[in-house]
């Protein structure tokens, strides 16, 4: 089983559409958690993290669920602009140092 | 004003040859890494440096050997390259010790070997 399971995707969906994407990850002990964004050919950056209380950051919203192991990434009013990959990321480490795992990531492609 | 910088971007090379990668960092980061994304751009940590010291070696062959001048840089030698060494190199820094801390990815290396 991979540590980080994500649908690969990808997902079409219209500008102004609303979608989620799920993650499943199997350390429970994993101590921190992240969606991180990837465009074509180029470096991942940070999206945001995702807190035990869940958290949202404008039309993004992100929440996690430790009894299930299992972390969403939800964007509303897609943008052209949000066509990308979302990589899931769970920190393996339960020290200050971080040893991210990666999912596979999502792929969205937003169109007009 | 880049804040992490790769050098090559591009590397194209034979079989059996040894080459360097290069990363500098100027966000005053404690701790780099080295990541491989191959051709199914699944992303997996290879090397993490605090303050030049190693902390994470993960199942690396040992023909690759990454090496920290200073804090600042974490440079990566692969010798013998083989086919499946073909894929994109990322380096990347975060600062403090927070496990909640974002990581910064240079723009990375894509490595064909040919």
């Known amino acids: 089983r991979k540590e980080v399971e994500q649908d690969p995707g990808p997902f079409n969906v219209p500008e102004g559409a609303t979608v989620a994407f799920n993650c499943t990850y199997s350390?429970?002990?994993?101590?921190?958690f992240f969606w991180y964004r990837q465009d074509c050919r180029k470096e991942p950056k940070l999206l945001m993290s995702v807190y035990s209380s869940g958290n949202e950051d404008g039309r993004f919203t992100a929440q996690l669920n430790r009894a299930s192991q299992y972390i969403s990434l939800l964007i509303r009013d897609s943008k052209l602009s949000d066509s990308a990959t979302y990589l899931c990321?769970?920190?393996?480490?339960?020290?200050?140092?971080?040893?991210?795992?990666f999912g596979t990531g999502t792929r969205l492609l937003v169109s007009p | 004003d880049t804040a992490v910088s790769q050098t090559p971007k591009y590397l194209v090379t034979q079989m059996g040859n040894d080459k360097s990668i290069k990363c500098e960092q100027n966000?005053?980061?404690?701790?780099m890494y080295w990541y491989k994304q191959d051709s199914k751009k699944f992303l997996k940590i290879m090397f993490s440096?605090?303050?030049?010291?190693?902390?994470i070696n993960e199942t690396v062959p040992n023909r690759f050997s990454p090496k920290s001048p200073d804090k600042a840089h974490l440079n990566l030698h692969i010798n013998s390259l083989e086919l499946g060494d073909s894929a994109v190199y990322f380096c990347?820094?975060?600062?403090?010790?927070?496990?909640?801390?974002?990581?910064?990815f240079g723009p990375g290396t894509r490595l064909t070997v040919l």
């Open positions: 350390n429970s002990a994993s101590q921190s």
């Open positions: 990321v769970v920190n393996a480490m339960n020290t200050g140092f971080q040893k991210l795992v």
């Open positions: 440096y605090n303050n030049k010291e190693l902390i």
């Open positions: 966000l005053g980061h404690d701790t």
């Open positions: 990347a820094s975060t600062g403090g010790l927070s496990s909640y801390n974002e990581q910064f």
